[in-house]
């Protein structure tokens, strides 16, 4: 793992020199050639008043278009938060999780199956590009009770305008409600973007490193004993694994005897060459060079390591035995490690048809695939898949209109036959900003490695391949700038892969029909006082092997408004809530969320006061959250610990503070 890191560090430190051997000047930012292509004043990159205390910054994601700015609003804290309200963990941040909305598997190809942490993870997909005027640091400190921290610190600058790199760190440790709960994270981000002086080439350059670690205990052995707690700390019950007698809370520990590590790094190089007509424009002395491309020569290199490990280094037998059915005799510790190593070479071309319209093109490939896994003391696997892909986008000089379509096919390889088409359009309906979309996708994919035996975890493989296939349909129709917006999905699914247990993957025959709507709506009261309102309704066939809540909603009340001038506040209620259901249960030896029938939830709202404010650049958060545990249990409000899954309660009143605070170099 330490060489891996170190070939990472070492080829973005030779890319910067590369290209700051080559840099000479300043040339135009991302934006210009589509801005002077709309009559739009070119985005002042050229000359600034180093002593202003302003700056200009916006991103893209990676593979995206859309120009975006940060985010600086207050009233919500999950946009700091790696967990969003649509998704619950097992009592503690960066233990396992999973959304309370249903989504099919869009993974056609390659999926090692392990994604209990994919929620904490730095993706590819979230990935921003920056171009800003002057060097941008932030900083982010959350407090918890008993002990949780979580630290952020981010970091972005150009070198002249035609580089640009940034930072990215966070660093969370929870020691945890109850015993053997304690868990971790850590994620970093560095992406590094060049663009020569004429514009003809492009360079981006991305690594991630997320390590998700967390204790396993199996849930509490009673988990009635909550309502007759002596000292009225849950940390006093025993848990179903590790070794309780040696357990106690400390903030500082990142060690893990007992429970699941995962280790995902990645790092894409992708290189861009432009063959088209070049021109410049000439204002006040300073030269700013254009460049319209019509034909684009792309390569993208991505490298995939990933470790997925459980270990117990003090097993209990009759534990086993007793609350998970596993045999397990005379073991001194446990282990299941998979490694895998994931190798893509992928080389495209890009048609410009319109000069003046960049955001018309049409875009062929194909890619290479080398699949690799090692398993200790088993025999390893090898193999590898070719596919072919095209993109086509457009989106009229007006504005008005966006088209997207793209198609995925794997040819040849393990996962032939597997494929990805997906097509949207989207259309803006009024000068207030009111947009509509529609969007299709259709997803042919052979189960998880893990689902097919390829792995060392205590899984039993399917006898046989079927193809899960999934046709999902969308709608939205939204206003941004009036905070609303409605949105509907309908997805049916041929071949459901699923965990029937916590160790037996299964496939259900019959089609899975899931349908969700969901509205979200800022209401104006009064002159500072705002009501937010989010409800998401789910149908599915009850029958199928999946559950869901019918429904799950967050109100906020809160009083809002600018204050002596520099004093943003937000303050008020927060309730969420999801009508019970049947939750999924969790088996720690293989890392799975499985369905089960016996269990049914019995929760209440979730109440959380808050007071969130920011002065100038600084941000702070002050909850005081899960209010809702102070009555105690009774037959008309249920337990006063909620759960997530059986056996799992989640904390009771819980207060954290919190601080961000940006800085402009």
């Known amino acids: 793992m330490f060489r891996f890191k170190f070939l990472f560090f070492f080829i973005f430190l030779l890319t910067l020199l590369q290209v700051k051997l080559h840099a000479q000047g300043f040339g135009s930012n991302m934006g210009n050639m589509q801005r002077v292509a709309n009559n739009q004043t070119p985005d002042s990159l050229q000359k600034r008043d180093k002593n202003a205390d302003s700056i200009t910054l916006y991103f893209k994601y990676y593979n995206k278009n859309e120009i975006l700015k940060l985010d600086t609003s207050i009233n919500d804290f999950f946009v700091h938060y790696p967990l969003k309200y649509t998704s619950y963990n097992l009592g503690n941040l960066g233990t396992a999780s999973k959304s309370y909305l249903f989504n099919a598997n869009k993974n056609a190809g390659w999926d090692a199956g392990y994604h209990a942490f994919d929620e904490y993870l730095y993706t590819l997909e979230g990935t921003p590009f920056y171009q800003t005027t002057r060097p941008y640091t932030e ?4 407090l918890g009770s008993k002990g949780e921290q979580l630290i952020e610190v981010k970091h972005t600058q150009n070198k002249k305008q ?9 660093f969370s440790n929870a020691p945890g409600n109850v015993k053997n709960q304690h868990s971790n994270l850590n994620n970093m981000r560095i992406t590094a973007h060049y663009q020569s002086k004429r514009k003809r080439y492009e360079s981006f350059l991305v690594m991630l490193f997320n390590k998700s670690a967390s204790s396993e205990n199996g849930g509490l052995v009673n988990a009635n004993l909550l309502d007759s707690l002596s000292l009225n700390d849950p940390y006093e019950l025993e848990t179903r694994l590790g070794l309780s007698g040696a357990s106690f809370r400390n903030p500082f520990n990142t060690n893990i005897s007992t429970g699941s590590t995962y280790n995902q790094n990645t790092i894409v190089w992708k290189n861009t060459y432009d063959i088209g007509q070049k021109d410049s424009i000439v204002k006040d002395t300073i030269v700013t060079h254009l460049f319209y491309p019509r034909l684009r020569f792309q390569n993208e290199l991505k490298m995939l390591s990933n470790q997925y490990t459980f270990g117990d280094a003090n097993p209990s037998v009759a534990n086993y035995l007793q609350y998970f059915g596993l045999v397990a005799n005379n073991i001194d510790k446990i282990k299941f490690t998979d490694n895998w190593n994931v190798l ?11 000069k003046m319209n960049s955001n018309q093109y049409l875009q062929i490939g194909a890619g290479y695939t080398q699949l690799t896994a090692t398993y200790p003391g088993k025999t390893g696997w090898n193999n590898y898949d070719i596919y072919g892909f ?18 995925k096919l794997y040819l040849n390889g393990f996962h032939s036959g597997d ?19 529609f969007s299709f996708q259709n997803i042919n994919r052979t189960p998880s490695q893990n689902m097919l035996g390829y792995t060392q975890f205590l899984i039993k493989g399917l006898n046989t391949i079927n193809k899960e296939n999934a046709t999902i349909l969308n709608g939205v129709l ?51 006082w705002n009501w937010y309102d989010q409800v998401t309704l789910q149908i599915l066939d009850p029958k199928a092997p999946v559950h869901v809540p019918f429904l799950l909603t967050r109100q906020r009340l809160a009083f809002e ?3 002596y001038k520099n004093l943003e506040l937000s303050t008020g209620l927060e309730l969420i809530y999801h009508t019970n259901y049947k939750a999924d249960g969790y088996m720690p030896f ?76």
């Open 390 to 407: 095209a993109v086509y986008k457009n989106k009229t000089r007006s504005q008005l209109w966006d088209l997207n379509a793209a198609g």
């Open 590 to 665: 293989t890392g799975q969320f499985f369905n089960q029938d016996v269990y049914t939830t019995q929760n209440r709202p979730i109440a959380n006061a808050f007071l969130h404010f920011m002065i100038k650049r600084f941000k702070g958060y002050i909850r005081l959250e899960n209010l809702n545990t102070l009555l105690s249990s009774s037959k008309n409000f249920g337990n006063a610990y909620n759960f997530t899954a059986q056996n799992y309660p989640t904390p009771g009143m819980w207060f954290r503070v919190g601080i961000w605070w940006n800085f402009i170099n």
């Open 162 to 170: 035609q580089l640009n790199f940034s930072f990215e760190y966070r």
């Open 419 to 437: 494929f990805d088409a997906q097509a949207s359009l989207s259309r803006i309906l009024s000068k207030k900003g009111t947009y509509l979309q």
């Open 344 to 354: 893509t070479n992928e080389f495209s071309m890009v048609s410009f048809p319109e």
């Open 478 to 528: 939204a206003n941004k700038k009036l905070g609303w917006e409605a949105s509907a999905s309908y997805q049916m699914i041929q071949n459901f892969n699923y965990f029937s247990t916590g160790f037996q993957p299964a496939v259900y025959g019959n089609l899975l029909v899931y349908v969700r709507g969901q509205i979200e709506h800022k209401i104006k009261i009064s002159k500072h």
């Open 561 to 563: 408004g600018n204050f």
């Open 139 to 142: 900083f982010g400190y959350l």
